[in-house]
Every structure is written in C-alpha cells, then in structure tokens.
T-cell receptor, first 115, second 109 residues
C-alpha cells in the first residue's frame, strides 16, 4: 500500500516550457487535491477533484490545468512555466465523505524550479 | 476574509512541554486539523477537533475553543525527532481547508 505517490520528485524547467506533474493514490479515495507550498506561506490549493471526471478551481489556479480521467490519478499541468511557479507541489487525497472529519493524506511532493 | 495565525518559530528543550497556538477566522467551521511536517517531507496528520475541549493522543494533545476561534497543540516529553513544522488548518463551510503558514519547532538538547 503505497498511499499517495508523485512523479517526478525534482524538476527544473526554463521559462515557457510545459510539463505535467503526476499523482496516484491506491486508497480508493474519491477526492484529490493539488497544493503549492512556498516559504512563509501556508499550503495554497490550486485545484481539487471531488470525484473522477470532475475538477474545480482552488485559491491559485491561474497558469495551471488538471485532469482526473481515472479515480486513482490526478494530473497537474503547467502550460507555460514562469519563475513565479517555482515551488513545492503536493498532491493529497481523502475519502471525500463530505463531512468534517475528511483527513487529507499527502504525497512526498515535487520540487519545481523555473529558471 | 479567512485567516489562520500561528507563531512562525518556537524553541523548546528536550524533555519539556511546548504549546503551539493557532487562531482562525473562517466562513463557517467544520473542524480544526493539526499536521506535522519534517523538513523536506510531506505533511502528516496529527489530530482533528470539531467539538470544544481537549483530545489526547499519546504525547500529543489538541484543544479547541470554537467561541474564541482558538486551538492549541500540546507536545509533552519532547524528543529531538519532534523538531518539525506544525501546520494548523481550519475547515470552512465548503469543507475546504484554510492553512496557516506553520510553526517551526526547534528542540534543543
């Protein structure tokens, strides 16, 4: 039982390049999330998905796109990378029970640098 | 607006007790989470409170006062491995988590 996995672990991009961050979970969770974490700031939600085939914008969605074609996978795309997108990206998943006690479990993160 | 406040950094001694405070303002409230995050690693779940009072889980306890918009995490018998950041997050009326910036806890021998 691997939990939540993310690939790649590290990535360096040049401004204007595009890439996809991959996230997979084997806990049969309904909900999945993409966050970014920057020094001195809390985790900020980029996009989330309450179920397979559905996605919604979070707090900071500009410059990103997502897809949830399979229940276990949630992809985050950077269309044209900018230095402001240099960050650590975390994927998380939860049962999505709709109740308060919906604990999110995190992947190990992807450290992205945009030059 | 929605906001979470917690101290940026705290220092404590091995074997001692430390209390990390968190105040929150959210649109609606569906509970308060505490996560631990070691440097370079992912956040891991510690506790969840939705009712007023103290919940104890081994060396860690978490307290909530809904009327005051206040929570704290209490760590007893501190160990060097407790050196980490502690993240406070409140769940709003849409069941979204609002995260604090985290409190970096430094444990000295």
């Amino acid at each position: 039982n691997a939990g939540v996995t993310q690939t790649p672990k590290f990535q360096v991009l040049k401004t204007g390049q595009s890439m996809t961050l991959q996230c997979a979970q084997d806990m049969n969770h309904n909900s999945m999330y993409w966050y970014r974490q920057d020094p001195g700031m809390g985790l900020r939600l980029i996009y989330y998905s309450a179920s397979e085939g559905t996605t919604d914008k979070g707090e900071v969605p500009d410059g990103y796109n997502v897809s949830r074609l399979k229940k276990q996978n949630f992809l985050l795309g950077l269309e044209s990378a900018a230095p402001s997108q240099t960050s650590v990206y975390f994927c998380a998943s939860s049962y999505g029970s709709g109740g308060g006690r919906d604990t999110q479990y995190f992947g190990p993160g992807t450290r992205l640098t945009v030059l | 607006g929605q906001n979470i406040d917690q101290p940026t950094e705290m220092t404590a001694t091995e074997g001692a007790i430390v209390q990390i405070n968190c105040t929150y303002q959210t649109s609606g409230f569906n509970g308060l989470f505490w996560y631990q995050q070691h440097a370079g690693e992912a956040p891991t779940f510690l506790s969840y409170n939705v009712l007023d009072g103290l919940e104890e889980k081994g060396r860690f306890s978490s307290f909530l006062s809904r009327s005051k918009g206040y929570s704290y995490l209490l760590l007893k018998e501190l160990q060097m491995k407790d050196s980490a950041s502690y993240l406070c997050a409140a769940m709003d009326s849409n069941y979204q988590l609002i995260w604090g910036a985290g409190t970096k806890l430094i444990i000295k021998p």
